[in-house]
């Protein structure tokens, strides 16, 4: 297991009970703080994905937006925003996903990315794999082939993996409730 790994999840804090009872929050603002593991945790992913003819780094709200453009940058792709409804100004395409409670949905804007295009998806943190699903959903509605989605933490106990259809998913930490 590579060295950096270690401080990378030392540096994420678990918050029990929030926003509700019973979850534990895994609250990534901590690692952000520490300037060493949050450029390891960005470089993890470059080397893993610089030589993969990516030409699209697509970031989901919110978090998303925090890892995916130091990945861009890095690797030479374009970033794409993948918005909560009405953020968006111009045309968009809208996918719906479903949550633990209710129904959510994310939008793109139509044009950013071509049919063709490789693409990574990068969020935070994989739960259920509601979210990963409607992002894939959105750039394969446009001809995009989605290589990877990468996340920082999967929960593997909510078995979100088993969602995503056989894509494959990168994560650096498992976050293995006690
Ligand atoms: C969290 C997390 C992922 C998503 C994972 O985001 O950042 O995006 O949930 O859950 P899933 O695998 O069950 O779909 P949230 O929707 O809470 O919003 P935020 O990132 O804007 O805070
Ligand atoms: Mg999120």
């Known amino acids: 297991q590579d060295p950096r790994l270690h401080a990378i999840k030392t540096n994420i804090r678990v918050v029990p009970n929030f926003p509700k009872p019973g979850i534990m929050f895994q609250d990534i603002t901590t690692?952000?703080?520490d300037p060493k593991?949050?450029?390891?945790?960005?470089d993890l992913f470059v080397e893993r994905y610089k030589?993969?003819?990516?030409?699209v780094v697509a970031?989901?709200?919110a978090r998303g937006f925090i890892f995916g453009p130091p990945i861009a940058l890095a690797i030479g792709a374009k970033f794409v925003p993948l918005r909560k409804?009405?953020?968006?100004?111009?045309?968009?395409?809208?996918?719906?996903?479903?949550?633990?409670y209710?129904?959510?949905?994310?939008?793109?804007?139509v044009g950013a990315v071509e049919p063709g295009e490789r693409a990574l998806v990068v969020?935070?943190?994989?739960?259920?794999g509601g979210t990963l699903c409607a992002a894939m959903d959105l750039l394969e509605r446009v001809g995009a082939e989605?290589?990877?989605?990468?996340?920082?933490?999967?929960?593997?106990?909510l078995k979100g993996r088993d969602r995503l259809n056989g894509k494959p998913l990168y994560v650096l930490v498992e976050y293995l409730e006690m």
């Open 31 to 33: 690692l952000l703080l």
């Open 37 to 42: 593991a949050f450029k390891d945790t960005v």
């Open 51 to 55: 030589a993969k003819n990516i030409s």
């Open 59 to 61: 970031g989901i709200e």
């Open 85 to 100: 409804p009405k953020k968006l100004p111009g045309k968009v395409i809208s996918q719906e996903y479903t949550l633990e």
């Open 102 to 109: 209710g129904r959510d949905c994310l939008e793109m804007h």
């Open 123 to 128: 969020d935070d943190l994989i739960a259920t």
């Open 146 to 157: 989605v290589v990877e989605c990468a996340c920082v933490i999967e929960l593997p106990e």
